[in-house]
């Protein structure tokens, strides 16, 4: 739907499914830790629920989904660069102090 000065209006629904997926999402978050969860599967579900939700208000809310990729890629690959050189560095981190452990008795 159009309005007269050219710019495009998302019907009210679109935004009210979004606003109840994303409640699911986080009963669905909060349920992890009122089951008792542990260990990797309770920060691997916190982690997926976080980014959908995360992605969910990203691409809707903020808009994203309706912008051009170059602007898109602009914005989301910085950040994503910047997780996967701190992956890295983790995975660094966690060999250095390993082989420190090893022979530095």
Known sequence: ???????????????LKIWALLFVL???????DYLHFQGLLRWSLILVFMMLKAGLIVAVFMHMAWE????VYAILVPP???LVLVGLMASEAGHTFL????YFR
Do not use: D, K
């Not at 082989?99 to 090893?102: D, P, S, V």
């Open 1 to 15: 739907m159009s309005t007269a000065s050219g710019t495009q209006q998302h019907p009210i629904s679109l935004y």
């Open 26 to 32: 986080s009963a669905m978050s909060y349920m992890v």
């Open 68 to 71: 051009r990729m170059a602007l």
């Open 80 to 82: 994503l660069a910047l």
């Open 99 to 102: 082989t420190r452990l090893l």
